[in-house]
């Protein structure tokens, strides 16, 4: 009778544990980001949502947020290519800045992180051919689009439908 008591308290003491986890909601937002790409695409976690171009179809938007983890790893990537010290704009205009404009063309992307008392925005147009500050921005972006594009709520949004518009 003991052994069966024991076993319910525990059974009990494991669903509690296990559903107070699960209703925790989401990690605290100490990196606020905003950033927005590929045409209408844009993560904006000072509001905890995420819009994604479905071009055809138009917009979908999504309540989001990142976790500790991923917060941790954007912040650590910014301050390792000095994205605290990029200049606001990001403005290519070498003798082959025409040739290297993407067509269709995705518009102004801009990438806004706020920690603490740092606070910077940074904007550029993408091009196909980048100088040093260029190759920064994109490695940094590359890494964000791909804890977006990893999560599971991001994964079961629609497809996108025909071309930009």
């Not at 052994?3 to 990690?27: A, E």
């Not at 260029?134 to 071309?163: C, H, N, V, W």
Request: glycine share 4%; aromatic share 14%.
């Amino acid at each position: 009778m003991k052994f069966k008591k024991l076993f319910l308290y525990l059974l009990m003491s494991c669903l509690f544990v296990t559903c107070s986890n699960s209703v925790s909601g989401p990690d605290e937002q100490f990196v606020n980001i905003h950033y927005k790409y590929f045409y209408k695409d844009e993560l904006n976690t000072f509001n905890n949502s995420l819009t994604k171009d479905l071009f055809a179809k138009g917009t979908v938007t999504i309540d989001s947020y990142l976790t500790n983890k991923e917060q941790n790893l954007i912040l650590r990537k910014a301050f390792d290519l000095g994205f605290f010290n990029l200049p606001d704009t990001l403005n290519y205009a070498g003798p082959d800045s025409i040739k290297c404009k993407l067509e269709p063309d995705p518009g102004l992307q801009y990438l806004r992180i706020k920690y603490k008392n740092k606070d910077k925005t940074v904007c550029w147009f993408l091009v196909n051919s980048c100088p040093a500050e260029y190759k920064k921005i994109i490695e940094l972006t590359s890494a964000i689009k791909d804890i977006i594009e990893s999560d599971f709520r991001y994964k079961i949004l629609p497809d996108r439908e025909g071309t930009p518009l």
